[in-house]
């Protein structure tokens, strides 16, 4: 049984049989691969994009999905071993993956790490425990890391651009007023560096980084595939020659856990904006974002009206990959 939690657990070619049939998927929507599957999408955090393109996909492939959100229209669930269970939550997720398992043929799961221990949250409990205790495959819709969004990011990037081989890829993060999940940063280095760009992380300050954990990923994809793997602080340095501007706001790990004294340094950085000056230095580069976005705060209008800007593109692309996904994980139980 395959999971997808990570796009690392996945080789290129097999991510590129997603993409392609993801291309299919988008002229004859309608292939009907799901029908009498049913898929449990459990969401711990608030959604748009994501559960309106599974509940959507998982229909239009004839399938039916039935949405859970813990703790609210479904009990709280426990995910610690061996605990008492005297406070607020009702059942324990063994039984949980257990039978959730018994009833559907793929458990999808959306859990924001709590920014409260950044050990805890790298290890990704609570999708890694359905992982443990289901016995049908388990989708990531965003935890640490965000993988659909990297399929339907890569999707987008070759449909504008072609083999993305020696492409070269800015990330860059912008202000917003909250320090947010690193989960689209880490998977955006992931993605880029697995299909052979060149990868620039643009940040602030040290402060900034992302954990090593997926830096060090990205750089051996880097070197695997004869690419370079660079951070830079200096704006004009990273926007430069740019193929592909990504733009992302997270919170630094160095003040993990303690927002107040985190929106100190934070504030300092609200030029790193996405603006049209910036886009200039680029080589006509293609911009991205994974949405929602405040416009004016992390780009400006005119970046996400401009025509060289792709995030709806992508975001429309999110729904052909979760599709193409899916009927991949289930010719994989077959």
Same mark, same amino acid.
């Given at each position: 049984?395959?999971?997808?939690?990570?796009?690392?657990?996945?080789?290129?070619?097999?991510?590129?049989?997603?993409?392609?049939?993801?291309?299919?998927?988008?002229?004859?929507?309608?292939?009907?691969?799901?029908?009498?599957?049913?898929?449990?999408?459990?969401?711990?955090?608030?959604?748009?994009?994501?559960?309106?393109?599974?509940?959507?996909?998982?229909?239009?492939?004839?399938?039916?999905?039935?949405?859970?959100? *813990?703790?609210?229209?479904?009990?709280?669930?426990?995910?610690?071993?061996?605990?008492?269970?005297?406070?607020?939550?009702?059942?324990?997720?063994?039984?949980?993956?257990?039978?959730?398992?018994?009833?559907?043929?793929?458990?999808?799961?959306?859990?924001?790490?709590?920014?409260?221990?950044?050990?805890?949250?790298?290890?990704?409990?609570?999708?890694?425990?359905?992982?443990?205790?289901?016995?049908?495959?388990?989708?990531?819709?965003?935890?640490?890391?965000? *993988?659909?969004?990297?399929?339907?990011?890569?999707?987008?990037?070759?449909?504008?651009?072609?083999?993305?081989?020696?492409?070269?890829?800015?990330?860059?993060?912008?202000?917003?007023?909250?320090?947010?999940?690193?989960?689209?940063?880490?998977? &955006?280095?992931?993605?880029?560096?697995?299909?052979?760009?060149?990868?620039?992380?643009?940040? *602030?300050?040290?402060?900034?980084?992302?954990?090593? &954990?997926?830096?060090?990923?990205?750089?051996?994809?880097?070197?695997?595939?004869?690419?370079?793997?660079?951070?830079?602080?200096?704006?004009?340095?990273?926007?430069?020659?740019?193929?592909?501007?990504?733009?992302?706001?997270?919170?630094?790990?160095?003040?993990?856990?303690? *927002?107040?004294?985190?929106?100190?340094?934070?504030?300092?950085?609200?030029?790193?904006?996405?603006?049209?000056?910036?886009?200039?230095?680029?080589?006509?580069?293609?911009?991205?974002?994974?949405?929602?976005?405040?416009?004016?705060?992390?780009?400006?209008?005119?970046?996400?009206?401009?025509?060289?800007?792709?995030?709806?593109?992508?975001?429309?692309?999110?729904?052909?990959?979760?599709?193409?996904?899916?009927?991949?994980?289930?010719?994989?139980?077959?």
């Amino acid at each position: 049984m395959k999971n997808f939690i990570s796009t690392q657990d996945w080789s290129k070619s097999d991510l590129q049989d997603i993409l392609d049939y993801a291309k299919e998927l988008k002229v004859n929507k309608f292939q009907y691969n799901l029908k009498n599957k049913s898929v449990a999408l459990l969401f711990f955090n608030p959604s748009m994009r994501t559960r309106t393109s599974f509940e959507i996909g998982i229909q239009e492939m004839g399938g039916l999905a039935v949405v859970l959100h *813990p703790g609210k229209d479904a009990w709280p669930i426990e995910f610690k071993l061996n605990e008492v269970m005297d406070g607020e939550t009702e059942e324990h997720i063994i039984e949980v993956a257990k039978v959730l398992s018994s009833y559907c043929d793929l458990i999808a799961i959306r859990a924001f790490p709590k920014f409260r221990n950044l050990e805890d949250d790298l290890s990704d409990n609570v999708i890694n425990s359905f992982a443990k205790y289901a016995s049908v495959p388990v989708v990531n819709m965003e935890t640490i890391t965000h *993988p659909c969004q990297e399929l339907a990011h890569i999707l987008t990037m070759q449909e504008e651009l072609g083999d993305l081989s020696g492409k070269d890829y800015l990330l860059t993060w912008t202000y917003h007023p909250k320090p947010l999940n690193t989960a689209v940063a880490n998977s &955006s280095i992931l993605i880029a560096s697995k299909f052979g760009m060149n990868v620039k992380l643009l940040c *602030p300050s040290k402060d900034y980084l992302l954990h090593d &954990s997926y830096t060090n990923q990205a750089k051996e994809n880097c070197k695997v595939n004869g690419a370079s793997f660079e951070v830079t602080h200096d704006i004009s340095q990273g926007y430069k020659d740019a193929d592909i501007v990504y733009a992302k706001s997270w919170g630094s790990l160095n003040y993990y856990g303690n *927002p107040q004294e985190e929106k100190l340094i934070r504030d300092q950085y609200k030029h790193f904006i996405v603006d049209e000056e910036k886009m200039a230095m680029t080589n006509n580069a293609k911009f991205s974002h994974c949405l929602p976005l405040r416009r004016n705060i992390k780009a400006t209008d005119g970046v996400m009206d401009s025509d060289y800007c792709v995030a709806i593109q992508e975001a429309e692309n999110r729904m052909h990959v979760q599709k193409s996904l899916l009927t991949k994980l289930l010719k994989e139980e077959k």
